[in-house]
């Protein structure tokens, strides 16, 4: 098997700038979660005290996760670049102050538990979660396992029409896109200041539930400029366009797999 790291590892210094983009398949889903044994529990708790709270509690729980190996690895790789992370992940776990990515380089356009927004978006806002809301659900995550709390946390008001607030992710009934357009904004200027620079773009478990939020528009990135390269690693959609096959490298493998045991 080819060494694809060392091949990584050239591309990346050799190149001006980095693209990353993380996908939906780069660790598990909230329902993956809480069907694992050991988290039925805390699911049920969660459940009892307020489901609207389980985005917050699945990002809890994934920090702690294998995947901040491969994060720690990931960081390693591009801290000293020019680089720019689209991730389609809800799970926070990119924002771990452990990592040190700079936060000015990432957007997550599919929101997550960090932020919440009106259910109807009646105007198009978004909302920080109180602190007193974090100390009481990381209490219910923290609980021994066989204790059922008999806490409940009802859901905040929207301030303006009185409609319950909820996790600022695309799952929200009327996804509130202000989350994140701002960072979008960053980022389409930073894309322009990819032509004609050597650009590397490291796709990690990217499929085909969003195509044109990463998987279309990278390919279209490094169709064009003829400086790019290509890497995209994922288990079972790895395949490069034919028109990218000489521009880069197909990794047929868990990304998360890849990052953790190609540094071991
Ligand atoms: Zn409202």
New binding site residues.
Partial sequence: MENYLNILNEKISDADMILVGIGEDFGCTEKQIFEKERYCNIFSKISASGEWMLPYAYSQIMRKGIEKQAYLNLAGLIKDKNYFIVSLRTDDVIYGEEYAFDKERIVTPCGGGRKLQ??????DKIFDIPDEIKEKIDIILQEDEKEILNVSIEPLR?P????NLVFNRIDAKKYCEAGYLFMWDKYTKWLQGTLNRKICILELGVGMKYPSVVRWPFEKIAFFNNKAYFFRIHKKLYHLTEELGEKGCAVAQNPIDFLINSFE
């Avoid at 303006?160 to 409609?163: A, L, R, V």
Wanted: glycine share 10%; aromatic share 0%; net charge negative.
């Fill in positions: 009106c259910d109807n978006n009646c105007e929207c303006n029409c009185g409609s």
